[in-house]
């Protein structure tokens, strides 16, 4: 019993879950940041059904890659890929940029939430959610 109060009461433990918590954190912004582009892409494709057609035939017809039109047709979708995405570098900030400014809104909340009822519940809360996250993302 004495050793769990000791572990209870030391910081070192805190500042450990505190730190794999931020490592979990900013390996998952990793792996989204990556994938944000081909998904407004694919976003764009699924509102434009001419294109979505052509991209759903050739990923059908990969295989089979022998048509002159086939090839000028891939061509032509990663070229209006690039185009797209170099008009949604907006969107893609804002979206990698909205983590960073709902951690700070919530900060002004969490801040005098732990004044009051002290760090472990917020702490242990964070951490369920960033595991769940983790684990569901």
């Given at each position: 019993?004495?050793?769990?109060?000791?572990?209870?009461?030391?910081?070192?433990?805190?500042?450990?879950i505190?730190?794999?918590?931020?490592?979990?954190?900013?390996?998952?912004?990793?792996?989204?940041?990556?994938?944000?582009?081909?998904?407004?892409?694919?976003i764009?494709?699924?509102?434009?059904?001419?294109?979505?057609?052509?991209?759903?035939?050739?990923?059908?017809?990969?295989?089979?890659?022998?048509?002159?039109?086939?090839?000028?047709?891939?061509?032509?979708?990663?070229?209006?890929?690039?185009t797209?995405?170099?008009?949604?570098?907006?969107?893609?900030?804002?979206?990698?940029?909205?983590?960073?400014?709902?951690?700070?809104?919530?900060?002004?909340?969490?801040?005098?939430?732990?004044?009051?009822?002290?760090?472990?519940?917020?702490?242990?809360?964070a951490?369920?959610?960033?595991?769940?996250?983790?684990?569901?993302?």
């Amino acid at each position: 019993m004495d050793c769990l109060e000791q572990l209870r009461s030391c910081k070192l433990i805190a500042t450990v879950i505190v730190a794999s918590m931020i490592l979990i954190d900013f390996t998952l912004l990793t792996a989204i940041v990556p994938v944000i582009p081909t998904y407004l892409w694919e976003i764009h494709l699924r509102s434009n059904p001419d294109l979505y057609k052509s991209n759903n035939n050739l990923s059908i017809s990969a295989m089979n890659l022998t048509s002159s039109s086939q090839a000028s047709n891939s061509q032509n979708l990663k070229e209006a890929e690039k185009t797209y995405l170099a008009t949604q570098s907006v969107k893609i900030a804002a979206i990698i940029a909205a983590k960073p400014a709902v951690q700070v809104i919530a900060n002004f909340f969490v801040g005098p939430l732990v004044d009051r009822i002290g760090y472990r519940v917020p702490m242990t809360a964070a951490a369920l959610i960033i595991c769940t996250t983790a684990v569901g993302g």
